[in-house]
């Protein structure tokens, strides 16, 4: 944490906004999803921007691990733009999406100080101010009354304050609270509802976060919005924590703040119940040409267009009723991945037609694998799949998302990775506060999941599959082949960047230069306590040959070892080991 109270920001006031925004907008998550009703009464914009701040918390936290070994820290800019890119790649809906652009507008203005390790309110100023902006002009058809307006009015309100980092982040909260409370006035749909702009009551939540990482102090939640909103249809408008005026819920989507291409009035029986079918929202990899000709192809498709991000990397969300079109743009464009399609009646991503409503099945299995070979097989054996590619682990919202997907009474989970064990004891803590009975098998790796889905029998007692599964994990030692990023000490020595590095049971066992050497040096050390079973999971950059030596390596050197082999695509690490 921080040493409060503060006057500038440093790399560590970063980590500690970033945590406190993650916190006061999980705090506030389910009054905010349900004061969502503009455009589409969805009923989950809290949720987005909880899942965005998670996936912004989680860059952060790795911009510090990396400097652990160093006696240096991380610049403010650095730890900036780990929130903004963190951000924009977990961005989820559009508030998250406009959020996303909000922080690198900031980054962008920090970024000018170079490796400068304070910034004063001065430049804070600055960087509210280009936030807001750089938001607004990443929205095809801004709308006032929501998000955008929010933010605009912070950075009026700090463009007026003089004084240190606190001073300028009170100012631009205060600011800020005052324009959501006129929300109502702007919005016909929200003054008849009686509610803010959901979109700007989260961003009011993340500036009162700011302000808490400068003074220490908590800001006041309850009450806040109490008052007259100027012009609002319903006169008074009162949104708290504790009493929150419910729109019905009847469309469901991902959100769309403030990017509609239709005008307010359009929405006043319903918001978006006219508008398109479906919500796309994907990654893509682009130059800026491309991605502007993709802003006039996407706004001739549908409406609430947002495109954000920059440098080669950007986030798009569109409402379109013609989804290939979208997707097929963007393919025009450059590389679209993490594509999401959504449909409003649903709630659930497909392309074709409404599904008739479908029995819960008894037992359901899932796991996270960490590439696309992975995720097949697991799909083949029946599991539902999280998918978590190299620095992009999932979020909890994500893991409990699949787990509703998978749509059983009773779910057994596969973290596959022991960093995740936190993750998913919190998705699995709040699935079982829906109804769904949730065992959580602590796998520390994709092959310690394959052992225990071998075993999985959806016939036996829940609790003695459960045991059978963890039994099987548990049996299998685990180790993976990796290149080092960087210069680290590890528990086999010092090693360099470049350097092929064997991990047993999450440790460093071998450093070597070689890949297939030093994955023959690691399996050897395995076998020698014995074993029945050799798992090989090849990722997309290994070296052909290396499967083929290790098989070989096997049948000459111990006998009764079978060996199976899998293509784990793009999955991190080079080569993944199980020996059961």
Do not use: K
């Not at 939540?205 to 003074?215: C, D, P, Q, Y």
């Amino acid at each position: 944490m921080a040493q409060v109270p503060q006057t500038f920001l440093d790399a560590l006031a970063v980590r500690t906004w970033c945590g406190l925004a993650l916190r006061a907008v999980g705090r506030a998550r389910e009054e905010i999803d349900a004061i969502n009703v503009y455009p589409v009464a969805d009923g989950d914009t809290g949720t987005n921007l909880y899942l965005t701040l998670e996936s912004a918390a989680t860059a952060v936290e790795a911009v510090f691990a990396g400097y652990e070994t160093g006696s240096e820290e991380p610049s403010p800019a650095d730890a900036v733009r780990a929130m903004a890119h963190g951000a924009l790649i977990g961005a989820r809906g559009n508030s998250g999406t406009i959020l996303a652009q909000l922080l690198r507008g900031m980054a962008q203005v920090l970024a000018d100080g170079g490796d400068a390790p304070h910034i004063d309110g001065s430049v804070l100023r600055l960087a509210l101010r280009r936030a807001a902006d750089s938001a607004r002009q990443a929205v095809a058809r801004p709308v006032e009354g929501t998000v955008l307006t929010v933010a605009s009015a912070a950075a009026d309100a700090a463009a007026r304050a003089e004084g240190d980092c606190g001073t300028v982040a009170r100012a631009a909260y205060a600011g800020a609270r005052t324009a959501l409370a006129a929300t109502p006035g702007q919005l016909p749909v929200l003054g008849r509802a009686g509610v803010v702009d959901a979109g700007g009551r989260g961003l009011v939540a993340v500036l009162g976060a700011l302000v808490e990482a400068f003074t220490g102090e908590a800001v006041r939640e309850s009450g806040m919005y109490e008052g007259t909103a100027s012009g609002a249809a319903s006169g008074s408008v009162s949104v708290a924590a504790s009493s929150v005026a419910v729109a019905p819920a009847s469309v469901s989507a991902s959100d769309a703040h403030a990017c509609v291409a239709v005008d307010a009035g359009s929405c006043a029986d319903g918001a978006g119940a006219a508008g398109p079918a479906f919500e796309v929202i994907y990654l893509l990899e682009a130059d800026d040409a491309a991605v502007a000709r993709l802003r006039e192809r996407l706004d001739d498709l549908g409406d609430s267009l947002v495109v954000v991000g920059g440098d080669g990397l950007w986030n798009v969300h569109v409402h379109v009723d013609d989804a290939g079109a979208a997707v097929e743009a963007g393919v025009e464009a450059g590389r679209p991945y993490r594509i999401r399609i959504t449909h409003f009646g649903l709630g659930d991503v497909h392309t074709g037609g409404a599904r008739p409503p479908r029995e819960r099945a008894q037992r359901a299995v899932v796991a996270v694998v960490p590439g696309e070979g992975l995720a097949g097989l697991y799909t083949e054996a029946g599991a539902t799949t999280v998918l978590a590619r190299p620095g992009e682990p999932p979020a909890s919202g994500e893991l409990v998302q699949a787990l509703r997907r998978a749509h059983a009474r009773e779910v057994v989970l596969l973290p596959n990775d022991a960093e995740l064990r936190l993750t998913a004891a919190a998705a699995a803590e709040q699935a079982r506060g829906e109804g769904i009975r949730v065992a959580l098998i602590p796998t520390r790796s994709a092959v310690q999941g394959i052992a225990a889905l071998a075993v999985h029998e959806p016939e036996r007692r829940f609790d003695e599959d459960v045991v059978q599964m963890t039994s099987a994990a548990g049996a299998t030692r685990y180790a993976e082949v990796v290149v080092a990023e960087r210069q680290s000490w590890t528990t086999a020595g010092i090693c360099q960047a470049g350097d092929v590095l064997g991990l047993i049971d999450g440790d460093v066992a071998v450093i070597g230069g070689d890949v297939t050497a030093t994955a023959e040096t690691v399996l050897d050390r395995m076998l020698q306590a014995g074993g029945e079973l050799v798992t090989l999971v090849v990722g997309e950059e290994a070296p052909q040959s290396v499967a083929d030596r290790l098989e070989a390596r096997v049948r000459e050197s111990y006998l009764a070892v079978d060996t199976v082999v899998y293509r784990g695509g793009r999955q991190g690490a080079l080569l993944l080991i199980g020996v059961e």
